[in-house]
Nanobody
Framework: QVQLVESGGGLVQAGGSLRLSCAAS????????MGWFRQAPGKEREFVAA????????DYVDSVKGRFTISKDNAKNTVYLQMNSLKPEDTAVYYC?????????????????WGQGTQVTVSS
């Protein structure tokens, strides 16, 4: 059974940092594209960041560029999202995703696997 399990969410003050982790099990995701999405209350889920299977390509939504960094450790089957300079508007449930097609991740459609989500709350 394939599982993506996120951790690392929590409550932080504006300007602070958090590091999210997504541990994958049930298969090896080293050749897959991994991504992070978020959904704020009353809003649609949005793409945040993606990393290619090699780690050589990383994509970010404009609102997090320069503040968030996505990375992966294939040996641990884990992907990370380092979030710095957090803002109240970053408050959302953050989801990890995996797909064999990079376009599915960047478009947020037909994604094969989703995690259950982890709450990030940034206070002002």
């Amino acid at each position: 059974q394939v599982q993506l399990v996120e951790s690392g969410g929590g409550l932080v003050q504006a300007g602070g940092s958090l590091r999210l982790s997504c541990a994958a099990s049930g298969r090896t995701f080293s050749s897959w594209t991994m991504g992070w999405f978020r959904q704020a209350p009353g809003k649609e889920r949005e793409f945040v960041a993606a990393i290619s299977w090699s780690g050589g390509r990383k994509d970010y939504v404009d609102s997090v560029k320069g503040r968030f960094t996505i990375s992966k450790d294939n040996a641990k089957n884990t992907v990370y999202l380092q979030m710095n300079s957090l803002k109240p508007e970053d408050t959302a449930v953050y989801y990890c995703a995996a797909d064999s097609r990079a376009s599915h991740i960047t478009r947020g459609t037909n994604i094969d696997y989703w995690g259950q989500g982890t709450q990030v709350t940034v206070s002002s």
